[in-house]
């Protein structure tokens, strides 16, 4: 317990000498750490430059425990008053995208358990309470890659307040907050930073003065093993713009924790942290676990798509078809003719069939073709699903491409590109193209292929060539493109292509 000493050593900073006591309809809202659901690039309770598809939603739940987030020093009892022991803390939270640019979304706190002495006499308190009504909106200014290094977003928070200020679950009136998310990813890798300001009217309660703040956090992500597990951290804080002597009104923590995607669908969040500054709001210790489920692809994708017929090339639709009903007519019989004789038929001379001539066999279609600007593949590299790990079955397509590759020495720099469908997140989806470009050119390394020659780079699912609204389109998307970069250390450019003549590549 750290804080503990550092809060004993700064006593006299923490507490005045003042014989006032906290009036218990005076309460306020000590959480700082809140949660948020979206997009799975947002850390914890730092927000993301990304959004959720258009359609998509997200919904999950997160339990927190933390401990003395509400610490004050009673001058006259010379002892520390516990004015909200422990507090374990459920939060159901969803949200939905919009037009692939918006988000909004809520979260809703219960505290499930909790304890404190209260701060005047008679006022402890224990058992379950609501807490304010957390309302959310975003919108994508900049999204990495459209013409941006990194990502940029503006959110929106209001806080409806209907928690018990009684147990510091409530200010009672309602708290605005907009900020500005920024954030860069490469790899698997993310930094991100987060700015707001939050508006509060100023409640001074004893030596505490609560006002409204400058809301800063900055975390970050980092790939562990594969495109499953990840380190997670967010490290946050407020600074008052209203600075009282011995207000104790700037907390900061930090918190460490891991991500593992269970599927593209399910992810679930573990770890823990603590305060670091003596400050109302700041915890000595924090515990949180939660799980989100973000469907891999908006609704709309999921509903079954129109039954086809075999009328469908008839101007005219599906007629019915006409039955005709013939009666039976009546038999009239006759006498049997005299037969005549049958006539003799001559052999005719066997003619001799002139041999067939079977035509030539057309030759089959080039599995990999060197283009003006790309090396064509006609097959598809197949992975496990949702792993960066290439099918057996598609090793000796590796391997042909290998062989193309050894064979055009002046081809001196390919690009390998991955590409998804929609299922799953943006940031997912780009974890994996990223890592499935990575696996082919290894694989191409491994086959002969000098890794000078090659690079990687994953697209996720930002360049569709196929609407992703069917399984058809989402098959075409889910590919691996082999991009020309230079011939014979020379760049391709426009001025500049590649020309094929008899299998001889020449530039001009």
Request: negative net charge; hydrophobic residues 40%.
């Amino acid at each position: 317990m750290w804080q503990k000493t550092v809060g004993s050593c700064v006593g006299m900073i923490v507490v005045c000498g003042t014989s006032l006591a906290w009036a218990q309809e005076a309460g306020f809202d000590v959480e700082t750490f809140e949660p948020m659901a979206g997009a799975t690039s947002t850390t914890l309770n730092l927000s993301s430059s990304e959004v959720l598809g258009h359609q998509q939603f997200a919904v999950g739940m997160m339990l927190h425990m933390s401990d003395g987030a509400l610490r004050v020093y009673d001058r006259q009892a010379g002892e520390f008053i516990e004015g909200v022991d422990y507090r374990l803390k459920g939060e159901l939270m969803a949200a939905l995208g919009l037009w692939d640019r918006a988000e909004v979304g809520l979260a809703l706190p219960v505290a499930l358990v909790q304890s404190g002495e209260g701060i005047s006499a008679g006022t402890n308190f224990s058992g379950a309470s609501l807490a304010d009504l957390r309302l959310m909106a975003k919108y994508a200014l900049l999204r990495q890659g459209e013409n941006s290094p990194v990502g940029l977003a503006l959110q929106g928070q209001v806080w409806v307040p209907m928690g018990d200020e009684a147990t510091f679950n409530s200010d009672g009136k309602v708290r605005v907050e907009p900020r500005l998310a920024m954030d860069w990813s490469h790899g698997g890798w993310r930094v991100g930073a987060n700015l707001a300001y939050r508006y509060r009217p100023d409640q001074e309660v004893y030596n505490y003065v609560g006002t409204s703040a400058v809301r800063w956090g900055v975390g970050g992500e980092a790939p562990l093993w594969e495109d499953r597990l990840a380190f997670i951290t967010s490290i946050f804080g407020d600074v008052a713009t209203q600075q009282v002597e011995l207000s104790r009104n700037n907390p900061a923590e930090a918190l460490v924790g891991l991500r593992y995607y269970l599927t593209p669908d399910f992810t679930t969040e573990v770890g823990g942290g603590g305060g670091l500054t003596p400050s109302v709001g700041s915890p000595n210790f924090r515990v949180f676990a939660n799980v989100i489920f973000r469907p891999s692809q908006p609704a709309s994708a999921l509903e079954e798509g129109p039954v086809l017929t075999s009328c469908e090339d008839d101007p005219e639709g599906c007629r019915p078809t006409a039955v005709e009903i013939v009666e039976k007519e009546e038999v009239v019989t006759a006498p049997e003719p005299e037969p005549e004789p049958e006539p003799v038929v001559e052999p005719e001379p066997v003619v001799e069939p002139e041999p067939v001539v079977e035509p030539e066999p057309e030759p089959e279609p080039e599995v990999v073709v060197v283009r003006e600007r790309t090396i064509e593949v006609n097959e598809n590299i197949f992975f496990d699903t949702n792993e960066a790990t290439i099918k057996a079955e598609s090793r000796w397509l590796v391997a042909k491409i290998a062989g193309v590759l050894q064979d055009n020495p002046q081809l001196t720099r390919v690009r390998v590109e991955g590409h998804t469908d929609s299922r799953a997140s943006e940031a997912y989806n780009l974890r994996l193209s990223e890592r499935r470009s990575a696996a082919v050119v290894e694989a191409l390394i491994g086959f002969g292929v000098s890794p000078e020659r090659l690079e990687s780079l994953g697209l996720g699912q930002s360049r569709p060539i196929a609407s992703n609204e069917t399984i058809e389109g989402m098959a075409r998307n889910r590919r691996v493109e082999f991009h020309i970069v230079s011939v014979d250390g020379e760049p391709i450019s426009a001025e500049r292509s590649v020309t094929i003549e008899e299998d001889v590549i020449q530039t001009e």
